[in-house]
């Protein structure tokens, strides 16, 4: 299984807050375009990736979102505003819910989530252009990829993260954190990953 972590420092972590401009919702749009790559084909779902959001904006950071595809996932590319919403809305203090099929919340920290992950033999990987180029790494097929939103990782967790993750690159230039994941999903498909 492929895992995918988008991280935001801004991103709202109220449901209200996606009522309005998504730009001032603390970039929610780039979250947005992210998950459509992460999971969406054309004509089809990747069915082989669990979709992490973790948001650190106001009013009740942090908030972890996972998303992954089930035969009855009510998911289509216009309306994922509309259920990041709705999983923010049914945020229930206390417990992880599944909002709608394969969607859950809870209130769990960036490092937190990333260690969970690891525990489970998971190999992490952050994304860096000053890592090692994809096409040079070894990748299995437990993998996870951590991809910062326009303001990156946080420094105080990134310096804990690189004792137990490796930074990898997709090129010398910078891209959108969308594109970053559109590219890592299409090596790990070539690799048959």
Known sequence: MR???YFSAKAATSGKALSGDLMKAGRMDIAIHSLIQGLFLSH???KDVIFHMI???MPDPPKHIEIQIKKDTPINKKDIAK???KLL???KQGEKREVLPGCFIEKKSFLKVIEELSKKK???FILDKRGVNIRKAKINENCVFIIGDHDGLPKKELRRLKEIATLISIGPKMYFASQVIAVVNNELDNRRI
């Open 55 to 57: 948001f650190y904006g």
């Open 83 to 85: 259920i990041i919403q």
């Open 44 to 46: 089809d779902f990747r």
């Open 89 to 91: 809305y049914k945020y």
């Open 122 to 124: 998971n190999k992490i």
């Open 3 to 5: 895992h995918f972590i």
